[in-house]
């Protein structure tokens, strides 16, 4: 499967974006989700998981409140509004997956094996 994230930008404090995370090759619905981010200089950390059917889904502390994900099986694509940024949300965000049988939502990067390309968020202050 290969993945194509976009919708990243330049957006002010308090702004919005949604990201998308589109699958192409395999069906979306097999794989469970992620969203990651890597701020510069800093390590990449994990933002969201969604599970397969988007049941079951976890948030950082960080951005749970603020952020929303979703996901659109049939368009094999995954959604992640963002509301209320920061600068502190700035960073590239990446989307990955795993294929799982089960309805689970991973946290960790180890826990996935295919990754997108990443996009820019850049929240000014």
């Known amino acids: 499967v290969q993945l194509q994230a976009s919708g990243g930008g330049l957006v002010q404090s308090g702004g919005s974006l949604r990201l998308s995370c589109e699958a192409y090759g395999r069906p979306l619905s097999i794989y469970a989700l992620g969203w990651f981010r890597q701020a510069p200089g800093k390590e990449r950390e994990f933002v969201v998981a969604i599970s397969r059917s988007g049941g079951s889904t976890v948030y950082s502390d960080s951005v749970k409140g603020r952020f929303t994900v979703s996901r659109d099986n049939a368009k094999n694509t995954v959604y992640l509004q963002m509301n209320n940024l920061k600068p502190e949300d700035t960073a590239v965000y990446y989307c990955?997956?795993?294929?799982?049988?089960?309805?689970?939502?991973?946290?960790?990067?180890?826990?996935?094996?295919?990754w997108g390309q990443g996009t820019l968020v850049t929240v000014s202050s």
């Open positions: 990955a997956v795993q294929y799982t049988d089960r309805e689970v939502a991973y946290t960790l990067q180890r826990q996935y094996n295919s």
